[in-house]
């Protein structure tokens, strides 16, 4: 933390004002990419359903390159290596994940009008947050193996379009396909 503060011209406190916990600094991008998801549920258009909306937003995301679905040469080999290397990072990154599924079963709930508890939005949630999870592994995989952008988007989208489908069959009947 000293280093970051150092490095940025700031005080320790002012690096801890913007970031609750050292692991945090590690994953930045989440915010951002929260905000996205919810922007996708509350902007999707007219007749189209939650989940589909969600998939639609996989695809806009890859194609506007948003900065948590990019591939770099050294960055994504230490990206990986660095959180399995941690503990803390695992943990860290398990809570996000726990934290992103909550927020998506209030926002999925919401966009139907259903009021919470609902267990179909918290399955719904636990369902897309399980699918993008394995996606976006795989697809740091593919891109390890030879440095290829293409086949790391396709990986990442070919899964979250095969998961979405195996949500949207879990749903059949709900509000939310």
Do not use: C
Request: charged fraction near 25%; glycine fraction near 4%; aromatic fraction near 6%.
């Amino acid at each position: 933390m000293d280093e970051i503060a150092e490095a940025a011209d700031v005080s320790r406190m002012t690096v801890f004002n913007h970031f609750s916990r050292k692991e945090d600094l590690f994953f930045d991008l989440d915010e951002e990419g929260r905000e996205d998801v919810l922007a996708a549920l509350r902007e999707r258009k007219p007749g189209t359903p939650p989940v589909e909306a969600l998939r639609l937003f996989a695809h806009w995301a890859v194609a506007n390159q948003r900065p948590y679905v990019r591939f770099h040469e050294a960055g994504t080999n230490k990206f990986l290596a660095t959180i399995q290397a941690s503990e803390a990072l695992k943990a860290r990154a398990r809570a996000i994940r726990d934290e992103l599924t909550d927020t998506l079963t209030v926002a999925l709930a919401k966009s139907v009008d259903r009021s919470l508890p609902d267990p179909v939005a918290s399955l719904a949630a636990s369902l897309l947050v399980a699918t993008w999870t394995v996606a976006l592994i795989e697809a740091h995989r593919a891109f390890q193996l030879d440095q290829d952008l293409g086949k790391a988007n396709a990986a990442l989208l070919g899964l979250i379009d095969r998961g979405t489908k195996g949500v949207q069959s879990a749903l059949e009947g709900t509000p939310y396909i």
